[in-house]
Each structure stands twice: as structure tokens, then as C-alpha cells.
């Protein structure tokens, strides 16, 4: 038996907001319906071994249609916010909107006016994140990130859903963790649209950083009274001997600094990354290094492990790479083959907390994937609890020293497509059974339902 946790809900301030944090590709499906067209994801989905079990997110949580008792069940459960992103091609079949002649698809539109009025009938707070990776098929058959026009593109979109949206949401992302879309999708090719090239990478760089800022200035033009911000994926860097300490300073550079530094107005960090100097260099026009920076009213920070690094000779821009959990001996490995490390959670909210330009900080994601199994009707998912336990308690630690962190959104609410890993790895708090479509509340999410609804102190 462990502690006894030594916090409840009202231990973090009755100001925390507690969500949940989800994505439009990954629970929606509805992938054809209602005037959609299709996003890289579809595309990339299609083509033989990308996803590894070789399922389709084409109906994933059918979302769409459910959002409705699925929001009644997140009501249930105690949170008080929702994250939830938007579906681009759902919005703007052509890509570019109605400023470069495209057109705006009403049935779209109207799909998240009824999500958001569910939401705040529920009096559920709805967090919108603009971009979480589902290009439009039509832009990326244009050029996608690599291609400037992109920021213009994007801002035509940001102009679109915050005129449909901003009266009634005023907590709106921009970005969900720009590295992950820029390096999986258009360098390692892990992710869609599947492209690999050490040529399109800085551009790609460059070009979400610019739209970073540039979505940030139009939502808060057309939402004065929103608060804005962006995600970023984070994780504390260790070297893995002291020998490697410099490699852990590369590597913290490229997963920790590479998106935020620019919109703090510091530039990229290219003096722990030279070939990010080129930026300037070659692929920046006169005025965007002014350009990249916004003052964002928060930042959220997705953060599920710690990295520990060696020195390596294979990966030439970087001279470092990741030692896995397995030849560290790692304990507690999640199915993502992640280690489980709570203490990295305090660690990461104290290193952004040191950037003065940072006002807020909200956890956006944070989660486990396990196997779970249904036993008699039920899931017991111990190994989640913990997890959400522990890593909130360090959260706890952060804001008693002092860091501005005021929310916690769990990554996720229910189990779904998870991109390259098809169905397997289960994040959710809610079960779900992909043939049948049952939701079943696993204990990790009846622990956040008690924690959050009674007036117990939670104990283990
Ligand atoms: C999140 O990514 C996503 O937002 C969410 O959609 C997803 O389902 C969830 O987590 C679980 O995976 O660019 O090679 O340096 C968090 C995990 C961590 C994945 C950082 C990409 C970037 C590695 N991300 N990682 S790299």
C-alpha cells in the first residue's frame, strides 16, 4: 500500500480547471459525412503499413453522432472543461477559406455550435485547439507546411472559426505540439502526410512557428476577451551518463525550446542547434523574425515522460539519441513504451515557469495507454489511477512553490484512434468498445468522478 494522497480538489484552488483533452481525428469518424473532405490522416491511413494494426479513424468514437450522451457521461464524471479541436476540412472543404475563394461549409459550422452549446448548457467550459494535425488533403495537394502560404492559410481558418465561434468561446489553442506535426509528418515520415526530407524540415519549421503567432493575433482581434495560447509536447531531458550532458542539451533544445523561444521573442535556439541558423538565413524573409513572436495569455504543456539521452553518430543534426526505458531498467512502461515518471512533471512546469514571458500554465494533456481488459462489465485500470494520481501530485508541488499552473486536462476522455498505433494503445478514462460502440467508465475515471463530485478526501 502506498501514501495516502495528501491532496483533494479543493487543495488545488476552486479557480483549477479540470478537463479532459481530446482531438477531432481521433474521436469524430464521420469522416464523409455532411460536406467533409478528407485530411492527410485519411490520405496517409490508406496506404499500407503506416497504421501498424491497419485500422481507419473512419468511424473511431463516432463522435459525432454520440457527442451528445458522450458529453452527459464527461458531465457525470465532474470535469469542468472540455478540449476539443476542429476539424479543417469539416470547416473548409477546399482548405483555404472564403479570402482565397474557397468556401465555408455551413454543415460543418453547425456541428460545433451544437457541440459548444451542449458543452455550456452542461456548463462544461469548451476549449477549442484549432489545429491539432488534420491538414486538408486539398492543401497538402497544394504543398502543405513546406509551402509559405500556409500561415495565410491557416489564418484564414482561425479567421473563420472564431467569427463562427468567439461569441460564446473564449479559451482558444492554436497549435497542438507543433514538433510532433513538423518532425513525424515531414521528416521521419512517422506521421502524415508521411514525407521525409531534411530539405522541407527547416521551412516546415518555420512556417508553424509563424502561423503559431499569426493564429495567436487573429483570435485575439476577433475575441478580445478570449485567452489564447499554444501546446507544446515537453519532457525533462536527462543525460544518460555524464558524458552525455551535452547531447541532453541538444536534444532539450529541439523538444523543449524549438516553438516556444520563438514566440517569447528569443529566436530559435541555434546556438544549442546550428543548423537551425539557416532559418534566418535561407527560409525567412525580411520582418518574420519579428513576425514569430505573440503574447500568449497561457501556454499548454503536454507532458507524459521524461527523455533520457546518449551522444550517437546517427542522427548527424543532433549527434544524441534516446536511451529506451527497456536498457534503463525502467519499472512502470506504459504501451507506448514510455516511461512512467511523475517527478518529470514537477520538473517540466519549473523549467517553462523560468521564461518570463510565460503568464499561465495549463497541463493540456497528460495520460497513460495500457491494455485495459473488461472483467465482469468493469475495467480495472490501477496502473491509470496511479498515474493520474502521482503526476497530479506533482502538479500540486509546482503551484505550492509558486508556478502559475491553474488547470489539468487528462488526455483523454475516451479511448481512440491513436494515429500511427491504430486502436491499441488505450488512453481513455472511458472504455470504449470499438465494435458495439459501449462506453464503460473505467476506475480511472470513477477516482477523477469522486474526486471532483465528493467531498471525500481521495485516498487511495
Ligand atoms: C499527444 O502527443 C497528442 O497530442 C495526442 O493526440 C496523442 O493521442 C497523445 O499525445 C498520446 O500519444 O518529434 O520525434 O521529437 C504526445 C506525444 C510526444 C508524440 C512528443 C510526439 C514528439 C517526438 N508526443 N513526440 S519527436
Same mark, same amino acid.
Given at each position: 500500500p502506498s501514501d495516502p494522497l495528501n491532496f483533494d480538489r479543493h487543495t488545488f484552488g476552486s479557480d483549477f480547471v479540470w478537463g479532459t483533452a481530446t482531438a477531432a481525428y481521433q474521436i469524430e469518424g464521420a469522416v464523409d459525412r455532411d460536406g467533409r473532405t478528407p485530411c492527410v490522416?485519411?490520405?496517409? $491511413?490508406?496506404? &499500407?503499413? &503506416?497504421? &501498424?494494426? =491497419?485500422?481507419? @479513424? /473512419?468511424?473511431?468514437?463516432?463522435?459525432?453522432?454520440?457527442?451528445? #450522451? /458522450?458529453?452527459?457521461?464527461?458531465?457525470?464524471?465532474?470535469?469542468? !472543461?472540455? %478540449?476539443? *479541436?476542429? *476539424?479543417? #476540412?469539416?470547416?473548409?472543404?477546399?482548405?483555404? $477559406?472564403p479570402a482565397h475563394g474557397g468556401r465555408i461549409n455551413e454543415a460543418g459550422i453547425a456541428f460545433y455550435d451544437r457541440l459548444i452549446d451542449q458543452c455550456l448548457q452542461l456548463g462544461i467550459t469548451p476549449w477549442i485547439t484549432l489545429y491539432h494535425w488534420d491538414l486538408p488533403q486539398a492543401l497538402e495537394l497544394k504543398g502543405g507546411w513546406p509551402n509559405r502560404k500556409i500561415v495565410?492559410?491557416? !489564418? /484564414?481558418? !482561425? /479567421?473563420?472559426?472564431?467569427?463562427?465561434?468567439?461569441?460564446?468561446?473564449?479559451?482558444?489553442?492554436?497549435?497542438?505540439?507543433?514538433? !510532433?506535426? *513538423?518532425?513525424?509528418?515531414?521528416?521521419?515520415? +512517422?506521421?502524415?502526410?508521411? %514525407?521525409r526530407s531534411f530539405r522541407n524540415l527547416l521551412p516546415v519549421i518555420h512556417h508553424t512557428a509563424l502561423a503559431q503567432a499569426e493564429g495567436g493575433r487573429i483570435v485575439r482581434q476577433n475575441v478580445p476577451d478570449a485567452l489564447v495560447g499554444t501546446t507544446f509536447s515537453c519532457s525533462p531531458i536527462d543525460p544518460f551518463t555524464p558524458g552525455d550532458q551535452s547531447a541532453a542539451i541538444r536534444v532539450d533544445a529541439l523538444m523543449n525550446r524549438l516553438f516556444i523561444e520563438p514566440s517569447l521573442g528569443l529566436g530559435y535556439p541555434s546556438k544549442e542547434l546550428p543548423f537551425l541558423a539557416s532559418i534566418a538565413k535561407k527560409v525567412a524573409k525580411p520582418g518574420d523574425m519579428e513576425r514569430l513572436a505573440f503574447d500568449f495569455d497561457f501556454i499548454g504543456l503536454q507532458h507524459y515522460f521524461r527523455a533520457v539521452v546518449e551522444q550517437s553518430y546517427f542522427m548527424p543534426y543532433l549527434w544524441a539519441k534516446d536511451v529506451t526505458p527497456l536498457r534503463r531498467n525502467v519499472q512502470t512502461i506504459t504501451e507506448m513504451g514510455w516511461e512512467v515518471y511523475?517527478? #518529470?512533471?514537477? %520538473?517540466?512546469?519549473? +523549467?517553462?515557469?523560468?521564461?518570463? =514571458?510565460?503568464?499561465?500554465?495549463?497541463?493540456?494533456? #497528460? =495520460? @497513460? @495507454?495500457?491494455?485495459?481488459?473488461?472483467?465482469? =462489465? +468493469?475495467?480495472?485500470? &490501477?496502473?491509470r489511477v496511479e498515474y493520474h494520481q502521482n503526476y497530479l501530485q506533482q502538479v500540486l508541488r509546482a503551484k505550492q512553490e509558486g508556478l502559475p499552473v491553474e488547470g489539468y486536462f487528462a488526455w483523454t476522455f475516451l479511448d481512440n484512434f491513436e494515429w500511427a498505433e491504430g486502436y491499441r494503445p488505450r488512453f481513455g478514462l472511458v472504455y470504449v468498445d470499438f465494435r458495439t460502440q459501449q462506453r464503460i467508465v473505467k476506475a480511472s475515471g470513477r477516482w477523477f468522478q469522486q474526486l471532483l463530485t465528493e467531498e471525500l478526501v481521495a485516498v487511495r
Open positions: 490522416w485519411d490520405t496517409f $491511413g490508406r496506404q &499500407k503499413g &503506416k497504421i &501498424k494494426t =491497419g485500422e481507419t @479513424a /473512419d468511424i473511431a468514437c463516432e463522435f459525432y453522432d454520440r457527442y451528445e #450522451s /458522450d458529453l452527459l457521461l464527461h458531465k457525470e464524471l465532474g470535469f469542468n !472543461a472540455f %478540449r476539443f *479541436s476542429l *476539424s479543417w #476540412s469539416r470547416i473548409l472543404p477546399d482548405g483555404v $477559406g495565410d492559410w491557416f !489564418a /484564414d481558418f !482561425a /479567421d473563420v472559426c472564431t467569427k463562427a465561434y468567439g461569441h460564446k468561446v473564449k479559451h482558444w489553442i492554436i497549435l497542438n505540439e507543433p514538433l !510532433a506535426f *513538423s518532425i513525424l509528418g515531414y521528416f521521419t515520415g +512517422q506521421h502524415a502526410p508521411g %514525407r511523475p517527478e #518529470s512533471m514537477y %520538473r517540466i512546469i519549473k +523549467q517553462f515557469g523560468q521564461y518570463e =514571458g510565460i503568464k499561465k500554465i495549463y497541463i493540456t494533456e #497528460s =495520460g @497513460a @495507454a495500457f491494455y485495459d481488459q473488461v472483467e465482469k =462489465g +468493469q475495467v480495472h485500470d &490501477k496502473a
